[in-house]
């Protein structure tokens, strides 16, 4: 067996269609169970008023493997953002991390041994929208998690990347030379 990362990190941003307020941009952190990111995940199982965290469950009864722990970004106001959070993302990222299991991106044999925590970021637009598109917002929870933990298993992107890349790409929401979001 492989010896199992001590602390990775991962980001992904998967856009939503049609301008659905469904984007998904999951920040990862993951790690031995028995090293920091372990002893940060039980650190988190505490409750905060607006930010209650909670597994990544595939059904009742279904917690899926490695244990992963969905920590909002944005304060939860309300039923309906409530029930997309715990309903339709909690799905996502559950089976994005089951499947990156069965794709081998995560090995099998660290299945017990590591753990997840994902920052996860669901628009407040989506809880007052009168239909919003649960599909897409299932696609976009679920590509940006199978991405982001890809990323940080394999270091991406890499520091070469990054300084090759310093002054060719900004922030989407602050260009520093113009000093204008891009949306």
Known sequence: MSEIPIFKTGEATVFA????????MPEIVLGAANGPVGTAFATL????????RLFAIRACNQQVKPATLMVPKVTMKNTA???LFFGVVQS?????????????VIPKEWANEMCIIV?????P???????????????TNYEATKLA??????????IDELIANRKKIHH???DPVTGESLW
Not at 17 to 24: L, N, R
Not at 45 to 52: D, I, L, N, P, V
Not at 125 to 139: F, H, I, M, S, T
């Open 45 to 52: 199982m505490g409750q905060t008023e607006g930010h209650t």
């Open 81 to 83: 953002y409530i029930s």
């Open 92 to 104: 996502a990222v559950a089976d994005a991390v089951l499947d990156s299991v069965i794709d081998g």
């Open 17 to 24: 269609s049609e301008d659905q307020g469904t984007d998904a």
């Open 119 to 123: 920052n996860v970021w669901l628009d």
């Open 125 to 139: 637009e989506c809880g007052v929208q009168e239909n919003p598109d649960k599909k897409d917002l299932y696609r």
């Open 172 to 174: 989407e929401m602050y």
């Open 149 to 158: 933990l890809k990323r940080a298993l394999n270091d991406e992107p890499g």
